[in-house]
T-cell receptor, first 112, second 113 residues
């Protein structure tokens, strides 16, 4: 059974810092990996999707990498802003439309 | 596009009552997913449909839970009878084609007293 772990569980940094969120998964036979953002009391917003054949994806200040063989992904946030404060969730799919297995998330606080 | 629509947004009910959650996927999407989010267990996949057919319901916790998708634009998740431990946020998501990017609805916050 696929298990997804996110480290750290919580992170608080001053504004302007670059930071890295980590995600690991136990079964490397994944179809894709997604990073989501969740604000308190809200739904999930997809940030980046990396297909199994890809190594990284970029969107603005966000960069996600994937090392499938080692079962790891990182989300890099450059020049963090208070508006980046949220919970970041990593999720993997084992098949095309098989649904997602989620990590517990990293609760991120950016201090003004 | 209006995105994935879920109703109600909040539901408070008493133990033993029947609860029905509703979802309208994004038009044209052919896969639909139901998830449950709790503080203890995080987000868990309950069931998913492909072309209105249930593919995997292994995540449904008990027989008290059932889900249907009578057509491509509507799905329900029913809990009967409800219990306090069912209190959670229930999300619906839909996707289409490759790479099956999932779009999530706003969720239904269920409280069972």
């Amino acid at each position: 059974k696929q298990e997804v772990t996110q480290i750290p569980a919580a992170l608080s940094v001053p504004e302007g810092e670059n930071l890295v969120l980590n995600c690991s998964f136990t079964d490397s036979a994944i179809y894709n990996l997604q990073w989501f953002r969740q604000d308190p009391g809200k739904g999930l917003t997809s940030l980046l999707l990396i297909q199994s054949s890809q190594r990284e994806q970029t969107s603005g200040r966000l960069n996600a990498s994937l090392d499938k063989s080692s079962g790891r992904s990182t989300l890099y946030i450059a020049a963090s802003q208070p508006g980046d404060s949220a919970t970041y969730l990593c999720a993997v799919s084992g098949g095309g439309a098989d649904g997602l297995t989620f990590g517990k998330g990293t609760h991120l606080i950016i201090q003004p | 596009d209006a995105g994935v629509i879920q109703s109600p947004r909040h539901e408070v009910t008493e133990m033993g009552q029947e609860v029905t959650l509703r979802c309208k996927p994004i038009s044209g999407h052919n896969s639909l997913f139901w998830y449950r989010q709790t503080m203890m267990r995080g987000l868990e996949l309950l069931i998913y449909f492909n072309n209105n057919v249930p593919i995997d319901d292994s995540g449904m916790p008990e027989d008290r839970f059932s889900a249907k998708m009578p057509n491509a634009s509507f799905s329900t998740l029913k809990i009967q009878p409800s219990e306090p431990r069912d209190s959670a946020v229930y999300f619906c998501a839909s996707s289409v084609g490759t790479p099956h990017l999932e779009f999530f609805g706003p969720g239904t916050r269920l409280t069972v007293l």
